[in-house]
């Protein structure tokens, strides 16, 4: 049988895919490593158990796949009806077997990586809908994924930590963050400075900001509310050098 390959030979684009694979894998290992009894143990999110992390992961490929068909066909098909439907299907996904849910993550996630394989060069440019309602080509869905199993193998609480995820994932989610708090107005007087390489962020008009300072994974740490990360703070929000909490930003 001749190996199928991605029908993209655009190069940025085919490192994207690349890197959300490697994502994908990097959460199994995590998932893979814990016992099905450890499934029931608390995430770092707040209110989440593992079930959740995994039901979620599985789901939103789920979810990408109908985006990828959407660009392929022309045919309207939104990642969920609603935001209720989305909560109510990860909530549900927490009731199943675990050796369901284990599917659930390995079958979508299939399911998603030959969608993409298969999609035709030029079906990439395509608009799609986000469950935020932003449209975005076709291309963004693989952001999209990176994002979710990188960040969220982390919160499997599973000794996965920020600085095993890549640095140009680590650089475009402060991006992210970062322009969520810019659109909200949640970030005056804020100014984020990562000092292990050349990139500020934030209210850098301000007279008197509140500066955060670190490494690139530790400051992605505390912005994405996972933890300070060992950041510094210095400025009138951070009495006696203590770190504020980041802004919201989903």
């Not at 029931?40 to 985006?67: E, Q, V």
């Not at 930590?161 to 989610?173: K, N």
Request: aromatic letters at 6%; charged letters at 25%; zero cysteines.
């Amino acid at each position: 049988m001749v190996a199928r390959h991605d029908q993209t030979t655009d190069p940025e684009l085919l490192a994207a895919l690349l890197q959300a694979r490697r994502g994908t894998a990097f959460f199994a290992r995590k998932l893979n490593e814990l016992s099905d009894a450890d499934l029931d143990g608390d995430s770092l999110l707040p209110g989440w158990t593992r079930r959740h992390i995994t039901a979620h992961i599985g789901y939103n490929a789920r979810a990408i796949a109908r985006l990828i068909e959407w660009a392929a066909t022309g045919v309207e098909t939104p990642m969920y009806p609603s935001t209720d439907i989305r909560d109510h299907e990860i909530d549900f996904g927490t009731t199943l077997s675990p050796i369901a849910l284990r599917h659930l993550f390995d079958h979508s996630a299939v399911h998603l990586n030959v969608e993409w394989r298969d999609l035709p060069e030029d079906a990439w440019h395509h608009k799609v809908r986000t469950i935020q309602g932003r449209e975005v080509p076709a291309t963004e869905t693989v952001w999209m994924r990176s994002r979710e199993v990188w960040m969220h193998a982390v919160d499997l609480a599973n000794g996965a930590a920020f600085r095993d995820i890549p640095v140009p994932v680590l650089e475009r989610l402060l991006k992210d963050i970062t322009g969520a708090w810019k659109t909200r107005g949640t970030d005056a007087g804020l100014v984020v400075k990562v000092t292990d390489r050349d990139l500020t962020f934030g209210d850098t008009t301000s007279a008197s900001p509140t500066v955060v300072s670190g490494p690139l994974p530790g400051v992605v740490e505390w912005a994405a509310g996972r933890g300070n990360g060992g950041v510094t703070a210095a400025g009138a929000e951070a009495a006696n050098g203590t770190v504020p909490a980041a802004p919201k930003w989903i």
